[in-house]
């Protein structure tokens, strides 16, 4: 079997040194989205290394990379076709503001294996930390097309009720066309998102636009709609990816605030509102 369950779970957990400078924060910014209309202020301050300050989202590539998943692939006792792997969801917990620049230690490990019958699901824990102490934790869900079915726990149910009544809040975005382009350069190089091949290999039509970009372009929808545009303000942040995303596509996203919390429901606006994003929750002061 490529996925060892008893192995993956057994394993020493991995610590890497990751760096990043501005310059990784301005990419990761621009590869969201940021910067329209370019000279607007509120923009500024994620486009222009003067007013810099970096959208939590970022802890999902600092580095170079998704963490959560490459590194979940190559643990001991996980041999998987890249094509048969789907990001399934992503949580992250702040400790404190992300600095602009900085090195700091990211370890990881797999915390669970969920046998979903017709697929697995791993789960890849990463702490970062700096010589000030935590940063954050990222959670990933990694979910394997054809590699479930040995008996093994279901694992808990992700998906909660919908939010209820009219949202508080609505709000579009449009993607670039060459979005998963520019996003990739922020260092997820998974040819799902700019091969055509690979893509059709992997059952898409074309290539789709990375989870983790839908996933950014939503927190900044909540930081700038409902909190002020201040980035400190997130404590944590959580979703389910409950489908894809086509660069050039309109994101509508549906925003319900309440005390400490801001529940989203995104979705793709040509597709009849096909759900994109789904079980997500902003937690903020």
């Not at 994620?46 to 999902?60: D, I, K, N, Q, W």
């Not at 797999?110 to 700096?130: F, N, P, Q, S, W």
Request: with cysteine; glycine share 12%; charged share 25%.
């Amino acid at each position: 079997m490529p996925i060892d369950a008893a192995k993956a779970l057994a394993a020493e957990p991995r610590s890497r040194e990751i760096s990043w400078t501005r310059k990784d924060v301005l990419l990761y910014h621009l590869g969201i989205g940021a910067g329209v209309p370019a000279t607007d202020p509120d923009e500024l301050r994620y486009t222009l290394e003067s007013r810099l300050h970096v959208l939590p989202g970022f802890a999902t590539v600092a580095g170079a990379g998704s963490p959560g998943v490459i590194s979940g692939l190559s643990m001991p006792g996980v041999e998987v076709d890249l094509a048969r792997v789907l990001h399934g969801g992503q949580a992250l917990t702040l400790h404190r503001p992300i600095p602009v620049e900085g090195t700091a230690t990211a370890t990881g490990r797999i915390t669970a294996v969920y046998d979903k019958g017709t697929a697995a699901v791993l789960v890849m824990r990463t702490e970062v930390a700096d010589a000030d102490g935590p940063l954050w934790t990222g959670e990933a869900q990694i979910f394997v097309r054809g590699e479930g079915g040995w008996g093994g726990d279901r694992g808990p149910s992700a998906r909660t009720a919908p939010p209820a009544g009219r949202p508080d809040r609505v709000v579009e975005r449009r993607l670039r066309e060459d979005q998963a382009l520019l996003y990739r350069l922020s260092g997820d190089w998974n040819p799902l998102h700019a091969d055509p091949g690979f893509a059709r290999l992997a059952g898409f039509e074309r290539p789709v636009l990375h989870g983790l970009c839908t996933y950014g372009v939503t927190l900044k929808a909540v930081v700038d709609t409902l909190l002020g545009g201040d980035v400190s303000r997130v404590r944590s942040y959580a979703t389910r990816f409950a489908g894809v995303v086509y660069p050039g596509e309109t994101l509508r996203i549906r925003l319900w605030a309440s005390e400490g919390s801001v529940r989203a429901a995104v979705s793709a606006v040509e597709r009849d509102d096909a759900p994109v994003l789904a079980d997500t929750v902003v937690r903020h002061r």
